[in-house]
């Protein structure tokens, strides 16, 4: 009952959309976050969660460093193919490059930030991460930003502006 | 210039809106944050993260419980009344009781999540607080959600929907 309410609130409560990547232990891992925001500007200091720690979640969990990608509109496709259990997400469809670093760059996102982890607390079976900004990077032009609400995603612009 | 840089990327990532109140030591304290997020869904716990440890914020960092409300698009002013330094938030004109738990609860929103406190963490001059949902509250009718982007409510619907 109080989870059902839980769910239902929060899937109602509309979020910025990020697909973060790390380097993992077999190749590049990455997956779609609703959940990433900034914690502190000095130091730069980001917060996400992964609703578990196995697949892709697990690699990104355990890796030292990650690339948290902010989400344009014109994205979706990527937030959706990140969001698919099991896909074959670093195929040779998807317009991505390797950082000097060796992290995973999707070069089609506007905005996106290098980090390495600083703690990774359990919460149930979810893991909750804080990390430190090391780079900021522009892969592709701006646009508006990526909405997700009620397992739908929205774009913002002066046409949603109260 | 990585601070402005990562600043300009949290400007541009968009946010749901909440009002986070608790009951202070020296009355009811609440403040607007856009940083709530699901963690687990069993346990049922969020995140939120407070910029301060002063004023409001210390008041709301500082308590066992809290409520926190995710506020609907016709709830800007609330948010924006919460946002404003140093006002007096809780005047006559502002629509509110308290729980019989104690807490200030803003009866204008759709949804509201009394948490008990489980963790403080302090991040610069941040405080990153994880918290436990207790009860799940309807006090208003269903509304459209509120976001926040680039210093700008939003409201979605089927208008922003891709």
Redesign the interface.
């Given at each position: 009952m109080?989870?059902d309410?839980?769910?239902?609130?929060?899937r109602?409560?509309?979020?910025?959309v990020?697909v973060i990547t790390a380097q993992g232990r077999s190749g590049p891992a990455g997956l779609t976050a609703?959940?990433?925001?900034?914690?502190?500007?000095?130091?730069?200091?980001?917060?996400f969660?992964l609703?578990s720690a196995s697949g892709s979640a697990g690699e990104v969990a355990a890796a030292d460093t990650v690339v948290v990608h902010?989400l344009g509109?014109r994205n979706?496709p990527l937030a959706s193919l990140f969001a698919r259990p099991a896909a074959d997400r670093f195929s040779s469809a998807l317009a991505w490059e390797r950082l000097p670093t060796g992290e995973p760059l999707l070069t089609e996102v506007p905005?996106a930030?290098r980090a390495r982890v600083l703690?990774r607390?359990a919460?149930?079976?979810?893991v909750?991460v804080?990390a430190e900004?090391?780079?900021?990077l522009s892969p592709a032009e701006p646009d508006e930003?990526?909405?997700y609400?009620n397992r739908?995603?929205?774009?913002?612009?002066s046409?949603?502006?109260?």
């Open positions: 109080l989870i309410h839980f769910k239902d609130a929060f109602a409560h509309p979020a910025g990020a609703s959940s990433v925001s900034s914690v502190s500007v000095e130091p730069a200091v980001l917060v969660s609703a902010l509109a979706a905005r930030l703690s607390t919460v149930g079976s979810s909750l804080t900004v090391l780079e900021v930003p990526l909405v609400h739908t995603y929205h774009r913002l612009g046409h949603s502006a109260i």
